[in-house]
């Protein structure tokens, strides 16, 4: 664990030198402080589109560094050649691969609070400006999910990367997230237009990560299901952990005879 | 005595999609003792980075065997017992030279309470303790270099394997590095090292190996013996016009530097012969003994 944590660690500071993650969080930051603008032209709960505005917000932004910083993470170890000293150590390959996509969630975690701090603070500005407004809206624990997709987004970044080098690795991570985000309307889509591909693409959506559960961020608004319980979401970050450890295993076969 | 490195038969070819296959190294063998320092020699191309990487277990090898202290290669337990330095070491930019060392403490299994003692030694021994707060990234070629060296020290490695270690050094630095290897191995630890410097890597090694396109054409002891093993003999004399070129139509080799003849001579057996030529031609002789024998020449020898 001590070699996994130093190479995490060594991951998380390189990954907070890179400039993506504060351009990235500019833009977060600039999102979300713009939505200020939009409630001024808008009818309805303030907070909760505030809510809503910066949720995605963030999830956009993290989404976009998991997919970066994933993709990148060995990849531009190996082609630096510090792949080289780090693995002649007594240091298998599965906790590189551990500690390379732990420093990069622990990254990708420090920017969402960092971002999640911005939206807080908007909210309590939104609520001092506006009187009647509610005194909260439900978003810590859509917020926390967020979380979760990251740590399956970041693995599976890492895995793709290792299979197919990063340019590609950003392309197949995107796909796998819009498949794994848009399931069911995707299987619904394709029973109504090419009924022979229905089954097929079931069976190959068992291997995509279920993201739609763990979407708790759209249509705070509108919603009427109540958000998880703590235990529930306890179960959900299981689930996330395990996909996680899949694609970290994946990763491991993948890399194990790779030629450095 | 057990040896640390035992190579018996290895060979790697390379596959790359669309282009025929390159054999890297073909039935290398050899093993290293503890306490030993073998200089890989080779040009470019020659395998040895190709076999420093079998060895680490970064690359696979497709024929024969490796072990490590009777470890396969790319084994933990394997891994635990090698120090390395690649080619040009490429670390972490931004990390200091004492930010650098603890992070390869740690990967090496340095007990917690001993790192910050085993880093200022090593980071003395390579003269950078006063650099030790700078970024990697300000340290001169030669500065890396050295904390590429200390850094292949932390985990107080049996085989110590260093690619091109007194590259990009200057004399001081390559005689530091050069220090160092000599206490290592006197230390017990076998050292393998590869160097285009071949007078810097005689005065290192035991033992040479000289790889020729990826085969181990000769493995020759640099102990004592090496010198004496030349039946050659050296004449020096001085005074002796007209000599070189009566030596040049003899076969001879022959270097004239300022008046002073440096005659070669393929035995002992025609120095009677020049002695009296010499004397004739109002010269003298200056030293007459056996020819010193340089590295060089056979790894020339094994080229041409």
Not at chain 2, 38 to 56: D, E, V
Not at chain 2, 175 to 195: C, D, P, Q
């Amino acid at each position: 664990m001590r070699r996994v944590t130093a190479i995490a660690l060594s991951t998380l500071r390189e990954a907070l030198r890179d400039r993506i993650l504060l351009t990235a969080l500019l833009f977060a930051v600039f999102i979300t402080l713009s939505n200020l603008l939009v409630i001024n032209f808008t009818l309805g709960d303030w907070t909760k589109m505030t809510v809503d505005l910066g949720l995605a917000a963030i999830n956009g932004v993290g989404l976009f560094i998991a997919m970066f910083l994933g993709s990148r993470a060995i990849t531009r170890e190996i082609a630096n050649h510090t792949v080289l000293t780090l693995l002649a150590r007594p240091l298998s390959r599965v906790e590189y691969i551990m500690g390379k996509v732990l420093g990069v969630f622990a990254a990708l975690i420090i920017n969402m609070l960092a971002m999640g701090a911005v939206l807080w603070l908007t909210i309590k500005w939104v609520q001092s400006l506006i009187v009647g407004t509610p005194p909260h809206a439900p978003w810590i624990k859509p917020f926390i999910y967020l979380g979760m997709e990251a740590l399956i987004i970041v693995s599976l970044a890492v895995l793709f990367s290792v299979l197919a080098g990063p340019a590609r690795a950003v392309a197949l991570t995107a796909l796998t997230y819009a498949m794994g985000y848009w399931k069911d309307a995707l299987l619904g889509a394709v029973e109504t237009a090419v009924p022979a591909l229905f089954w097929p693409l079931k069976v190959l959506l068992y291997a995509v990560p279920d993201l739609q559960s763990l979407n708790q961020t759209g249509e705070l608004m509108n919603r009427f299901d109540p958000l998880p319980s703590w235990s529930g979401m306890a179960a959900d970050a299981a689930y996330s952990v395990t996909c996680a450890l899949a694609a970290v295993a994946f990763t491991a076969l993948a890399f194990r005879k790779r030629e450095l | 005595m057990n040896p640390v490195l035992e190579i018996q038969g290895v060979s790697k070819v390379y596959h790359h999609p669309g282009k025929p296959p390159k054999q890297a190294i073909r039935n290398i063998s050899f093993s290293a003792q503890p306490g030993e320092a073998i200089a890989l020699l080779g040009h470019n191309g020659a395998g040895k980075s190709t076999l420093f990487r079998c060895i680490l277990g970064l690359h696979g090898h497709d024929g024969g065997t490796i072990r490590i202290g009777g470890h396969p290669p790319g084994s933990m337990a394997a891994q635990a017992l090698i120090g390395y330095l690649p080619e040009k070491p490429f670390f972490q930019e931004y990390l200091t030279g004492r930010e650098l060392m603890h992070f390869h403490a740690v990967l090496a299994g340095v007990p917690s309470a001993q790192i910050e003692a085993r880093t200022d030694e090593l980071l003395r021994r390579v003269e950078l303790h006063n650099d030790a707060g700078k970024p990697i990234r300000k340290y001169s070629k030669g500065m890396q270099q050295r904390i590429g060296v200390a850094q292949a020290l932390l985990g107080d490695p049996k085989l110590l394997i260093l690619d091109e270690p007194l590259s990009g050094l200057d004399p001081l630095g390559r005689n530091l590095v050069r220090n160092l290897i000599n206490e290592e191995r006197a230390k017990g630890r076998a050292v393998l090292f590869s160097s285009h410097v071949l007078a810097d890597a005689e005065r290192s090694c035991d033992r040479a190996l000289i790889l020729v396109r990826g085969e181990l054409r000769r493995d020759i002891s640099t102990g004592p013996a090496f010198a004496g093993l030349d039946p050659r003999r050296e004449l020096v004399a001085a005074g002796a016009p007209g000599l070189a070129d009566e030596v040049r139509r003899k076969g001879l080799g022959v270097e004239e530097t300022g008046g002073v003849l440096r005659i070669e001579l393929p035995g002992p057996e025609l120095f009677w012969d020049l002695k009296e030529r010499i004397t004739a031609l109002g010269g003298r002789v200056l030293s007459f003994g056996p020819r010193r024998r340089h590295l060089e020449d056979l790894y020339l020898a094994e080229h041409q």
